[in-house]
């Protein structure tokens, strides 16, 4: 199954997965492109070691690094770190920070108040260890 089929059966509509990304290479020709998008920090990167294994585990089906550009307001978007698909079906995106700024707090949970159907979910590491907090 395709990036673009995948995003669809989870009911992503097809103008966001016109503007998405799967590892860091655009779904679509046209999407614009971010230098900066693809490449992950030092936590993030460690991060995706911790989803892949959860993966071969067999905890999460299907993780995907910035997979997606979510439109918050006429000119404000944002794109979540790892899209994850959990082994029972459930969607949720995850925001990995080192620290946080106010503005990426408050756009993470504009982002859950627009779009109710997915869970969001920021990450953080604190002496070695992995904090949820859930939005």
Request: proline letters at 4%.
């Amino acid at each position: 199954m395709s990036d673009r089929s995948q995003l669809r059966a989870m009911g992503i509509p097809d103008a966001l997965i016109d503007t998405a990304f799967v590892n860091g290479k655009p779904i679509a020709a046209e999407a614009d492109e971010d230098p900066k998008r693809g490449r992950w920090n030092k936590t993030e990167e460690a991060y995706s070691r911790y989803l892949e294994y959860g993966r071969q585990s067999g905890e999460i089906r299907q993780w995907m690094f910035e997979p997606i550009k979510l439109r918050l307001a006429k000119k404000t978007s944002y794109t979540p770190d790892f899209l994850v698909i959990r082994s029972d079906g459930s969607v949720a995106f995850h925001e990995v920070k080192g620290f946080w700024r106010d503005d990426a707090r408050v756009k993470i949970k504009v982002a859950a108040e627009t779009y109710p159907m997915f869970r969001f979910i920021a990450v953080q590491r604190r002496k070695g260890k992995w904090e949820w907090e859930y939005f």
